[in-house]
């Protein structure tokens, strides 16, 4: 056993901890500066990076290596290890900023559309939509038929979570075998829709993609069960990472507050409700930071890691929660002020906890597994 | 980053692995009704001084693991090799305790010895040391007192110098095993420090004039720990372990690694105690769609505990500081196993508080682990003492 970051680990995660350091956490103010004295009546506006500056960062991340984490060395990426991303992610869940590394599955890059995802000339995401409540798909209800000229998609109405990409990941299940596929699809064939952008109370959007008489060309199935199971993980470690971010830099920003800030002539360091809270906080982001590790150390391996990924998932955006929660209320009135990053930390990490699998539903699953062992 | 054992390390968890398979579970339905004389993995007091047959025929069984275990060369596993042992690194002990939990029967690979006493000098080595790795003596720990225990350096028994020997007076709280330890390793201060200074550790052989154990107390888990009363017990300074005014270093030594196994073995009890309860409900749907999400959840937790275990043991293998570790383990492992145990009982009903039960058994182990060797709250005090030490470098990468 050896749990000490190589030499090429300690490398990346340091880049990416220097990336955000000075590229997001520090545009952080810019981004969450309350732009009028005044608001105007009404739901206040959906944040949003400036898309010149989005730009920027794509490019200078791209430099070195923080773009395009799954790109293979043919494609000039660096083709980094589960344990990699996670380190990565880990580094920019830190910032509120909304800026992150898409992740592209590896295997898209062996296809038609692995040197436009390579360029970034196109963009990408997943419609797995039927994923987030128990994080697989094994009762996947969307259904196609293979046919001589080609795949039919049945008629289906989905929400996803970037609906200005041009080429999606969809899953469907063939009618009779069963057999699960996943298909490309762009968002200028024939028969597909996306709807109305919809807010969410995270800063993101979704919208609805509709497939209506949907036809596609048999080569646009591009991957089975695995693959799909694969995609899942990886988003399931890839929430797991950006929570030990978020939990880092909470408990970080609340040690630092507690030492400053006096009430009653002592600082709040000094008071056990302050200190237990940040003990308790810090037992779940080191239980949550070595399950993360260990289920993408376990992927690199090549050993089974779907459930350990689960889990990772599960402990980790509840810990966010726990210290998004936790450095709002020890920041005081401060802590819900849109100016600092601790309400938009809550709100990302509770959705968090609703993607990929809910609480219940995994619990419920690796019960009755253990049930039936 | 690996997170596989050694080639070595992975032989010696699957010849442990053998072993329970083999030796151990093959008696589980001997113990099942086993009389009260065992609690956690260890024995209790006195039982081995007993003249009832029911009792002998247990000694006798596990006099018999004792010899077969030391012939598979499981013995002395953590003892280091300048005296015989293998000296096996933290991490390797987990993996042996986590292989052992995995069967009820309360059975150790010893021997297990104090591990201050590895401080020994000149005849004590010979006198104390040696004994207590062959198992032919064993020893007490006195720290607590009655107006001492989660902040030992508030203890008052005290040693005054008398020439070439030391006048100990006190009473010391709850050291387990008094009653039957050859020998008790002993607290006091010098007359006049406070706090950490002057604390100095004695080794007291039993019946030493003016020392005797003034009773055993029954306690919820069984355990039976005693009372002390030390009254001008002469002790030459012969018997000063480590240095006279350095044993407040030797106290804060003794928990050491010892944390960690208090972790695994959490573990692996809480996974027994699902287990129970995964038993119960297989055969009803209902149950099993009710239950089937919380034990989900314990199961969870369970992994990460696992998680924080190895991760303490290899950071004290890497000589490391594992102060914060330590305490995490300790108080994550007992109050989840704690809340584990009291789910169960949710799911079995009153007949899970038949005494013999063997979740009667970890209910009532489960609470006292909450509180002998430093209570929850002195763990979260010790947790965040390191947090507004370090800030969040405390939780950095390694």
Redesign the interface.
Same mark, same amino acid.
């Given at each position: 056993?050896? %749990?000490?970051?190589?030499e090429e /680990?300690k490398l990346i995660?340091d880049t990416a901890a220097q990336f955000v350091d000075r590229e997001l956490i520090a545009r952080e103010g810019a981004y969450l500066k309350q732009q009028a004295p005044f608001l105007p009546p009404g739901a206040p506006a959906r944040r949003e990076l400036d898309p010149q500056a989005r730009i920027e960062l794509k490019e200078r991340a791209r430099q070195v290596g923080l773009w395009s984490l799954e790109l293979p060395e043919n494609f000039g990426g660096s083709n980094t290890s589960a344990?990699a991303r996670v %380190?990565i992610h880990r580094e920019f869940g830190r910032s509120v900023l909304p800026f992150r590394p898409v992740s592209i599955p590896r295997f898209l890059f062996e296809t038609k559309y692995g040197e436009p995802l390579a360029d970034g000339t196109i963009s990408f995401a997943l419609a797995f939509a039927e994923a987030h409540r128990t994080g697989e798909l094994s009762r996947l209800q969307t259904f196609y038929r293979e046919e001589p000229e080609g795949c039919i998609l049945r008629d289906s109405s989905s929400f996803i979570a970037n609906p200005r990409a041009d080429l999606f990941l969809f899953p469907a299940r063939e009618q009779g075998t069963q057999r699960l596929g996943l298909f490309a699809i762009q968002r200028d064939m024939p028969g597909v829709t996306i709807g109305d952008e919809v807010d969410l109370t995270t800063d993101g959007i979704v919208a609805r993609l509709m497939l209506r008489q949907c036809k596609i060309p048999s080569e646009q199935l591009l991957g089975y069960e695995y693959e799909a199971g694969a995609v899942i993980a990886s988003e399931q470690l890839n929430i797991a990472a950006r929570s030990l971010g978020i939990g %880092?830099r909470c %408990?970080?920003a609340s040690?630092?507050h *507690? @030492?400053n800030r006096v009430t009653f002539g002592r600082p709040l *360091?000094q008071r056990q409700a302050i200190?237990?809270m940040? *003990? &308790?906080l810090?037992?779940e982001? @080191?239980?949550?930071?070595?399950?993360t590790?260990?289920a993408a150390?376990?992927a690199d391996q090549e050993l089974s890691y779907f459930e350990e990924a689960a889990?990772a998932k599960?402990?980790a955006s509840k810990m966010a929660f726990q210290a998004a929660d936790t450095a709002i209320q020890i920041h005081g009135g401060y802590g819900v002020c849109k100016e600092l990053p601790f309400e938009g930390f809550y709100r990302e990490a509770r959705l968090m906890r609703l993607l990929w699998g809910q /609480?219940?539903e995994? &619990? @419920?699953? @690796?019960? /009755?597994r253990?049930?039936? *062992? | 980053?690996?997170?596989?054992?050694?080639s070595d390390?992975e032989n010696l968890r699957k010849v442990v692995a053998e072993f329970v398979r083999d030796e151990l579970v093959p008696l589980e339905p001997e113990f099942t009704n086993a009389p009260d004389i065992f609690e956690g993995s260890r024995w209790k007091s006195r039982v081995k001084s007993s003249d009832d047959p029911e009792i002998k025929r247990y000694l006798g069984i596990m006099e018999s693991l004792e010899k077969k275990a030391e012939a598979k060369g499981l013995w002395r596993l953590d003892v280091p090799k300048q005296y015989g042992g293998t000296e096996i690194s933290n991490?390797a002990m987990i993996a042996v305790t986590e292989e052992l939990e995995k069967t009820a029967i309360p059975f150790e690979f010893g021997n297990h010895v104090s591990n201050i006493l590895y401080s020994c000098k000149g005849a004590q080595i010979d006198q104390y040391l040696w004994p207590c790795i062959r198992g032919e003596k064993t020893s007490a720990f006195g720290l607590s007192e009655p107006a001492s225990g989660a902040d030992p350096s508030m203890l008052q028994t005290t040693a005054t110098p008398d020439g070439e020997d030391f006048l100990i007076n006190g009473t010391k709280m709850f050291p387990t095993f008094a009653d039957v330890a050859d020998f008790v390793q002993l607290f006091a201060r010098l007359p006049g420090t406070v706090g950490h200074e002057g604390v100095t550790c004695f080794l007291v052989d039993t019946g030493t004039p003016g020392y005797r154990v003034a009773r055993s107390i029954a306690t919820l888990a069984g355990t039976e720990p005693c009372e002390l009363v030390f009254e001008n017990c002469r002790v030459h300074k012969s018997q000063v372990l480590g240095e006279v005014g350095d044993g407040w270093a030797l106290n804060q030594a003794w928990l050491g690694n010892r944390r960690f196994q208090v972790g695994i073995r959490a573990h692996g009890q809480a996974r027994r105690v699902?287990r129970v309860v995964?038993d119960l409900?297989?055969h009803e749907p209902k149950a +099993?769609d009710r #239950? +089937?999400?919380?034990?989900?959840?314990f199961?969870?937790e369970i992994? +990460?505990?696992r998680?924080?275990t190895?991760?303490g043991a290899?950071?004290a293998d890497?000589k490391m500081n594992v102060r914060?570790?330590a305490a995490?383990v300790k108080? #994550?492992a007992t109050e989840l196993l704690h809340r584990v145990t009291d789910f169960a009982l949710e799911v079995c009903g009153p007949s899970g508080l038949h005494k013999n039960h063997v979740l009667a058994r970890t209910f009532r182990h489960a609470r006292a682990t909450r509180i002998v060797e430093g209570p929850s709250e002195i763990?979260?005090?010790i947790?965040?003492r390191e947090?507004?030490r370090e800030? +969040?470098a405390?939780?950095a990468?390694?």
């Open positions: 056993m050896d %749990l000490k970051l190589t /680990e995660k344990v %380190l %880092l %408990l970080a040690i630092e *507690a @030492r *360091a200190q237990w940040l *003990a &308790d810090s037992i982001i @080191r239980t949550s930071t070595w399950l590790l260990e150390w376990r889990l599960k402990r /609480e219940h995994l &619990d @419920r699953a @690796r019960g /009755e253990f049930i039936e *062992a | 980053m690996e997170f596989h054992l050694s390390e991490v699902l995964a409900v297989r +099993a #239950f +089937a999400g919380r034990i989900g959840h199961l969870g992994e +990460a505990l998680t924080l190895y991760l290899w950071k890497q914060s570790e995490s108080l #994550f763990q979260r005090h947790i965040q947090l507004f800030g +969040a405390a939780l990468l390694p």
